[in-house]
């Protein structure tokens, strides 16, 4: 079952930000949220994880909500590179493990 | 540069063939995974591994197998009991199997002729 909703496409132009949203309004209280994407034919790509803080590096921010029901991954100025797939991924308890569902994440075009 | 090597990027098979897909890691780390990615779909897990001689199935384990003689290495098996075998395969690792995140290599697309 997939734990997070995402919308299936979005446009957005080159240099301007992307945003990002998904919802996973069942996460546990100590679950962390990850972003991944995906170029076409590739391996996809980590970008970054959060718990509670919202949390920026080199190629992302990701801003979780207070109730942590829903986050934004955003992009501050798109390029074309930027257009992929983006996965937002919850772990689920799977026995002793944890194990991430994929669901089938946001395509996002960067237009010039 | 440190990174997880997948090879090779495509391959060929007839039908009723086993085949084996290659995947190394420079990134001494302890977990490794192989999904795959059928189109329309998310990744699957088919197979994971905590440490060295020792791995456990995934969502999707039937008709495939592994193996974990060696840290940086985590070759999969793709049997001739594998239904449906063509497929895009990705192999990913983690530091461990706890909230580190998994970095994957760039695929093993399989195409059984």
């Known amino acids: 079952d997939a734990k997070t909703t995402q919308p299936p496409s979005m446009d957005c132009a080159e240099g301007r930000a992307a945003n990002l949203p998904c919802n996973h309004s069942t996460i546990s209280g100590n679950e962390y949220v990850y972003w991944y994407r995906q170029i076409h034919s590739q391996g996809p790509q980590y970008i970054i994880h959060g718990l509670k803080n919202n949390e920026t590096n080199e190629m992302a921010s990701l801003i979780i909500t207070e109730d942590r029901k829903s986050s934004t991954l955003i992009l501050p100025h798109a390029t074309l590179r930027d257009t992929a797939v983006y996965y937002c991924i919850v772990r689920v308890r799977a026995g002793n493990n944890r194990k991430l569902i994929w669901g089938l994440g946001t395509s996002l075009a960067v237009n010039p | 540069d440190g990174g997880i090597t997948q090879s090779p990027k495509y391959l060929f098979r007839k039908e009723g063939q086993n085949v084996t897909l290659s995947c190394e890691q420079n990134?001494?780390?302890?977990?490794m995974y192989w999904y795959r990615q059928d189109p329309g779909q998310g990744l699957r897990l088919i197979y994971y591994s905590q440490i060295v001689n020792d791995f456990q199935k995934g969502d999707i384990a039937e008709g495939y197998s592994v193996s974990r003689e060696k840290k940086e290495s985590f070759p999969l098996t793709v049997t001739s009991a594998q239904k449906n075998p063509t497929a895009f395969y990705l192999c990913?690792?983690?530091?461990?199997?706890?909230?580190?995140?998994?970095?994957f290599g760039d695929g093993t697309r399989l195409s059984i002729l």
């Open positions: 990134l001494n780390h302890d977990a």
């Open positions: 990913a690792s983690s530091i461990e199997t706890g909230y580190q995140p998994q970095h």
